[in-house]
Nanobody, 121 residues
Framework: QVQLVESGGGLVQAGGSLRLSCAAS????????MGWYRQAPGKQRELVAS???????NYADSVKGRFTISRDNANNTVSLQMNSLKLEDTAVYYC???????????????WGQGTQVTVSS
């Protein structure tokens, strides 16, 4: 069994900062990409940022220059530092990992339970 557990969401004023963290645990052989998605009310889930095991990163245009994703491969964790938060960043943020549970199993996507980020004016 694999679990992704997120922490760090909350309420912050516009212009403020929050840091989200996610830890993957359980029967994990290796993890390819880890990332963060978000879903605002009435909208589709969208990619915020992702990172591969070799350190490559990818960001949504709307967060470039404000958010930074980082990963600890040894501990299977990924974090998202969010600065200069805007009202439109309000959403439920989900951690995602693309991983294998053993050397001979297929790659599968796993999701955390989500953490609420609310930016107020």
């Amino acid at each position: 069994q694999v679990q992704l557990v997120e922490s760090g969401g909350g309420l912050v004023q516009a212009g403020g900062s929050l840091r989200l963290s996610c830890a993957a645990s359980g029967s994990i052989f290796n993890i390819a990409a880890m990332g963060w998605y978000r879903q605002a009310p009435g909208k589709q889930r969208e990619l915020v940022a992702s990172t591969t095991s070799d350190g490559s990163t990818n960001y949504a245009d709307s967060v470039k220059g404000r958010f930074t994703i980082s990963r600890d491969n040894a501990n299977n964790t990924v974090s998202l530092q969010m600065n200069s938060l805007k009202l439109e960043d309000t959403a439920v943020y989900y951690c995602n990992a693309n991983l294998r549970r053993s050397w001979n199993t297929r790659w599968s996507a796993y999701w955390g339970q989500g953490t609420q980020v609310t930016v107020s004016s």
